[in-house]
């Protein structure tokens, strides 16, 4: 008996070795941090192997590399990727090939449910190889640091291809899923910004109908810029230093394949744990034991004065403010009323008559 999971047959666990194995694959409210697979075609040049080897390099911990080569493209069919992907627990995908058509070929992309979501295909133009000898003894880049991202150009917060191609390189190397990071942790720079072919038409991107070995329609001009430095805090309160290490890349966008929008809105849904805990993390906001949500509600000082209250006789401004029978707007007013005395024993006493001898 066998089960279909990420578009090919599995067969069912029959030890218990091979069950928690499985278990692990399983979805989670807080899923593992994602790691990159990189993938070699059946050709390769020595140009986008050290390119290669150096992505490795700034991606590590996270990733994992492939010996093997592989006789497939990604575009002409993902279920080789799925069935690599799926097999060593990888979200993400780097697949490098060279050919004649193709030269200097890099492939990158990431999986949702161990299925293809994103994919871009990109040409090595120029490059620049990893080198810290200028920051040797300087604790900076280290191993599992973070990376402050920039993206210069308006197109990646207007066009949505570039939106969406922002995602995929923030995806990419972003490193684990830190709730809580320090700032030494954060020791490097990863810049991306955008060219035309020949520098000086706007940038157009290609057309996502290219699935199989047809050609886009649209081939596009982009050209992204990556480039990677270390980065270090000076003395001075806010003030840092880079030091570029490498690697830089100069690549021009080939192909794309991007998932349809409801696909890739049910990638990005967050688990209902997960978004209890954000919206714990606000001021005044808890989450008790069963995810529901208290919060506190600060008001600010009350106005008295402004409520609406029945207006009785005794709360009238004329009787308070009236003085020697006239009130404050000018009206005759009739005299207080003497308070009547409680009759006592005493007082009756008082008011007797005197007792007079006959």
């Not at 994103?118 to 200028?134: T, Y």
């Not at 191993?143 to 402050?148: E, Q, S």
């Amino acid at each position: 008996m066998s089960v279909s999971i990420g578009g090919f047959q599995r067969r069912l666990p029959k030890t218990a070795q091979s069950r928690r194995a499985l278990r692990k694959l399983e979805p989670k409210a807080v899923e593992n941090p994602k790691r990159i697979l990189y993938m070699r075609g059946a050709n390769t040049s020595e140009v986008v192997n050290d390119a290669v080897t150096d992505l490795v390099a700034i991606t590590r911990p996270y990733n994992k590399k492939l010996a093997k080569r592989n006789a497939f493209h990604p575009f002409e069919g993902n279920e080789h990727i799925q069935f690599l992907c799926y097999k060593n627990d990888c979200s993400l995908f780097c697949f490098s090939s060279d050919s004649k058509k193709r030269p200097h070929n890099l492939v990158i992309g990431r999986m949702f449910d161990f299925h293809v979501l994103d994919e871009v295909e990109m040409g090595l133009l120029a490059m620049d190889r990893l080198d810290v000898s200028s920051i040797r003894g300087l604790p900076v880049a280290a191993l599992g640091g973070k990376p402050m991202f920039v993206f210069e150009g308006s197109e990646f917060d207007t066009d949505p291809f570039f939106v969406r191609f922002k995602n995929l390189l923030v995806d990419f190397f972003r490193g684990g899923n830190d709730e809580e990071i320090v700032l030494d942790g954060v020791d490097r720079v990863v810049m991306v910004s955008l060219r035309s072919l020949d520098g000086t038409a706007a940038v157009q991107p290609p057309s996502s109908d290219c699935i199989g070995t047809r050609p886009p329609t649209n081939p596009g001009n982009t050209v992204v810029c990556f480039r990677h430095y270390a980065l270090k805090r000076t003395g001075d309160e806010g003030s840092v230093e880079l030091y570029d290490i490498g690697p830089n890349f100069d690549l021009s966008v080939k192909r794309v394949f991007f998932a349809p929008q409801p696909d890739f809105k049910q990638a990005c849904r967050v688990p209902r744990e997960v978004a209890a805990k954000m919206k714990s993390m606000h001021d005044n906001v808890q989450s008790d034991a069963l995810g529901n949500l208290r919060g506190q509600i600060h008001l600010g000082k009350q106005d008295v004065s402004e409520l609406n209250l029945r207006k009785f006789k005794a709360h009238r401004t004329e009787r308070r403010n009236a003085v020697a029978g006239e009130s404050a707007d000018g009206h005759e007013v009739l005299p207080e009323r003497t308070r009547r005395k409680r009759r006592t024993a005493a007082t009756e006493a008082e008011n007797a008559a005197p007792d007079v001898d006959i």
